[in-house]
Nanobody, 121 residues
């Protein structure tokens, strides 16, 4: 199996910063895309930022210039540095990864349990 464990969420004041981390573990052969989604109360889950195995990054328009995604390939860990946070960034942030497991030829998507980020005004 594959486990994704997020850390770093919490309560922060507006214009503050937080750093999220997500560590993938288990019978991992390779990870293709890995990144973050978020879901605010009453809203659908939305993409925040992703990074591919080749290092290409994609950001939601709402976070460009404020959030930075990075990846430690050796540790199977992805980070999300969030700055200039706004109250509208308040959400549960979920890590996801597209993983090829040992003994399998195809990739599957996995999700973490989520970490709450609350930005107060």
């Amino acid at each position: 199996q594959v486990q994704l464990v997020e850390s770093g969420g919490g309560l922060v004041q507006a214009v503050g910063f937080l750093r999220l981390a997500c560590a993938a573990s288990g019978s991992i052969v390779s990870i293709n895309g890995i990144g973050w989604y978020r879901q605010a109360p009453g809203k659908q889950r939305e993409l925040v930022a992703t990074i591919t195995s080749g290092g290409s990054k994609n950001y939601a328009d709402s976070v460009k210039g404020r959030f930075t995604i990075s990846r430690d390939y050796a540790k199977n860990t992805v980070y999300l540095q969030m700055s200039t946070l706004k109250p509208e960034d308040t959400a549960v942030f979920y890590c996801y990864a597209t993983v090829r497991r040992g003994g399998f030829s195809s990739y599957s998507n996995y999700w973490g349990q989520g970490t709450q980020v609350t930005v107060s005004s």
